[in-house]
């Protein structure tokens, strides 16, 4: 199933930030009749104006409170550049509508506590744009585990593309500098999706240019008792990938968009992304799905991150990177 049987009325959407991710969102939004866009604000007009020509959306507004008060949407996308990300979430708090937040909401711990807390406070409903942890091919992945057995081990690798984040020129110093929080944390959020809160942490980290790390090595304890590992490495070639071990039974995806699953006895299965991931930014419909959702009731179903959950995404990542020791 691709789409969501439409409602008596649709759930009216403005977005916030007018970049690449806004478009994905707005490519999503396209599969789902019952979530439309009724307008866009963003800092550049002429990219808000080309955005929403392309998809129809009838309000382009000069600043958010404008859009709110043109367009009257049920809820708000925040999709802006990682570093105004935080600073756009307090003030968005303030229209008492429910949000989703791209990542990263901050570009440390500290940060996304203030936010974490201040939703708290308002009684917000949020929810944080972990698109991975809607891949369908992850969902499949764990049920082939669970068919088996208990999930016994979670294996993260990490590895960022350090070289070809500064070479594309779209990153801000600050954020390359935060590149822990502001993308490493897709694949740390994945230890946490798989294996649940870890319990115990053993990190070990080293830094060959970056200022919080760029070689992480970790073992760890989740409360029902898996261990998990991640290593990164982000001036070395490898990519992202996740394996996750059950009884009799593996499960590999790298890239993490594919899923192979291999049996004690040999036989071995390819695992296929269903239509929602086809065609669109892997993720993006399941996820404005779960967004809908709580937009509507209030509800934030699993595998979803509220603000307070990707939280503890940060902090774990601020784990992870804790005193990393220069390679020289
Ligand atoms: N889930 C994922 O896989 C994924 C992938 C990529 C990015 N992201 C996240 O999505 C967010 C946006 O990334 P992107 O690639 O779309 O970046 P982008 O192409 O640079 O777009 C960012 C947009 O936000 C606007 N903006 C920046 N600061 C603003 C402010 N203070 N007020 C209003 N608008 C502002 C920018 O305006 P201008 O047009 O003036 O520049 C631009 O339209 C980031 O937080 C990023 O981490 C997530």
Known sequence: MTASAPSASPLRVGLIGAGL?????????????????????????????ALASEFAVPLVADSPEELV??????????????????????????????????????????????????????????????????????RQGLE??????????????????????????????????????????????????FGGEPEQVFSLCASLREPLGDQFSACLRFRDGALGSYTANWHSPGGWGVVLKGEGVTVEFKPLETGRVAYADGATLTLEPEPDDQGVKPGFVGQLRAFARLARTGVLDAPSQSLAGALLTMRLAGQLAAEPRPLG
């Open 21 to 49: 991710i806004a478009r994905q969102h707005l490519l999503a939004m396209s599969r789902l009749p019952d979530v439309q866009a009724m307008g866009i604000a963003s800092r550049t007009r002429a990219k808000a104006e």
């Open 69 to 138: 008060r043109q367009a009257r949407p049920d809820a708000l996308m925040v999709l802006v550049s990682p570093q105004a990300m935080a600073g756009m979430a307090f003030a968005c708090l303030s229209f008492g509508l429910p949000l989703f937040l791209e990542k990263p909401v901050g570009l440390s711990v500290a940060e996304a506590e203030d936010v974490a807390r201040a939703a708290e406070t308002s009684g917000a409903r949020t929810m944080v744009g972990f698109n991975r942890r809607h891949y369908s091919v992850f």
């Open 144 to 193: 082939k585990i669970r068919e088996r057995g208990r999930l016994l081990a979670v294996h993260v690798e990490g590895n960022e593309r350090m070289a070809v984040a500064r070479a594309t020129g779209r990153f801000s110093d600050e954020v390359l500098r935060a590149w822990l929080f502001a993308n490493a944390t897709h694949t740390i959020d994945l230890l946490r999706h």
